[in-house]
Each structure stands twice: as C-alpha cells, then as structure tokens.
C-alpha cells in the first residue's frame, strides 16, 4: 500500500473517531439534561399542594321560643235563663167598618179650604167622569183643607174595581196625583154599588196611621 494512502485512510479514521466521540458527548449532554428534566418533573409531582384554608363550617342555632301556658280561668259562670216569652198575638186587622167610620169623622170635622177646594173639585170632577166605565156614574166630590170625597155608583163589583184602576191607578190617566183611599159603602136601594174615594192634597198624605190603629176594647173605635 502505497504511503498517500495509509496517511488517507488514517486521517479517515482519525475523523471519524472524532466524529463518534463529539456525538457520544452530545448524546450524553442531552441524555443528562433529559434525566434532569424527568427528575424536575417527578419532583413536582410528589410536591404536597399547599394546604387549603379552613373555611368555617356554618354554625346552625337552635332558636327556642318559650311560649307561656294560658292561666286557666275559671268557666264563666251560665247566666240564668229567663222564661221564654208567650206567643205574642198578632194585632187584629182593622175592620173596614171602622176605617170608613174614622175617616168620615176626620173629613167631617175638618175646615174647607175654599180656594183650594174650588179648583180640586173641578179637577176631580172632570177625571173621574172621563174615568167612568159603562153603567156607572158620579154622585158627588166634595173637597176641604187636606182631603176630597167622591162618591161614584157602579153596575156590578167587576165596574167598580175597573173604575178604581183607572182613575187612580193607570199612569196617563190618573185623576189625582196624591195618595186615595177606596172603600166599598152601602150599596144603594136598587142593589148597585157605591165606591167612596178620599183623595189626599198634593203635598201631603193621609192618616194612615190613625185609620188604621188598633181598635179600643172599650170604645170599639
């Protein structure tokens, strides 16, 4: 072999023993820094976390409310009983009779009011003939301070009744605007039948309360 060629084939060699160990020694710098880093790593994880602050646990309190027990009391004691009541007796109804006595009386005894009187009567007189069912007719109006009287005579009951509704009790066609009063009277000689009206003044009503109070036992009135 020729010289050139050993020296070549040296220098060759030489190189890459060189070339080995610089990556033999760069292999073994990584190799410990990895190591390095895995130690780091293992530490960490076998680091105990801090240890967390206690937070309080909530305190629940029992509240007790002493409520006091009622006294008790003697039991009250039953008032006595007191005999009941009788049945009291309804008042008996005021007889017809005694109405139209009572209130012939209180228009007979009662002052006429001239000028008012004159004008009512005419009043009356003109509505209630306007009023007449067939078979009837006026006999009278009379009038005084507070009150009129008319007296009308019908055919039969049914007329009569007819005539009172009309006059008195139909709107559009009453005869007065006061309070009335209509009695059945005496029927007259040839059996027909004789309505009395009062008619009440406008403004004012009328004795009701007298006419129709209970009757006296010993007056019978």
Same mark, same amino acid.
Not at 10 to 39: D, M, P
Not at 74 to 81: F, H, I, K
Not at 169 to 177: E, F, L, Y
């Given at each position: ?15 890459? %023993? ?8 760069? *292999? ?12 780091? %790593? *293992? ?11 206690? &937070? ?5 309190? @029992? ?16 008032? @006595? ?12 109804? &005021? ?24 004008? *009512?009567?005419?009043?009356? @007189? ?67 039948? &004789? ?10 009503? %009328?004795?009701?309360?007298? %006419? ?10």
């Amino acid at each position: 072999m020729k010289t050139w060629h050993v020296l070549v084939v040296g220098t060759l060699a030489g190189a890459w %023993l060189i070339a080995s160990f610089v990556q033999q020694q760069h *292999a073994h710098e990584a190799f410990q820094a990895l190591s390095t880093r895995v130690e780091l %790593l *293992a530490t960490e994880r076998r680091e105990v976390p801090p240890p967390r602050e206690d &937070v309080p646990t909530p305190v629940v309190r @029992e509240v007790r409310v002493e409520v006091p027990a009622k006294t008790p009391t003697a039991p009250t004691p039953v008032a @006595e009983q007191q005999p009941l009541p009788g049945p009291v007796s309804a008042p008996r109804p &005021v007889p017809v009779e005694v109405v139209s006595e009572r209130i012939e009386e209180r228009f007979g005894t009662e002052p006429p009011d001239t000028a008012w009187a004159r004008d *009512a009567e005419h009043t009356a @007189e003109g509505g209630v003939r306007a009023a007449l069912p067939d078979h009837s007719l006026l006999r009278s109006v009379e009038c005084r301070a507070s009150m009129c009287r008319i007296e009308t005579e019908h055919g039969d009951p049914e007329r009569s009744q007819t005539f009172v509704r009309t006059a008195f009790m139909t709107p559009g066609r009453q005869v007065w605007n006061g309070g009335f009063l209509s009695m059945r009277s005496e029927d007259s000689a040839d059996g027909k039948v &004789v309505m009395v009206t009062y008619l009440a003044r406008q403004g004012m009503e %009328l004795p009701m309360n007298e %006419l129709l109070a209970p009757v006296d036992g010993s007056s019978g009135r």
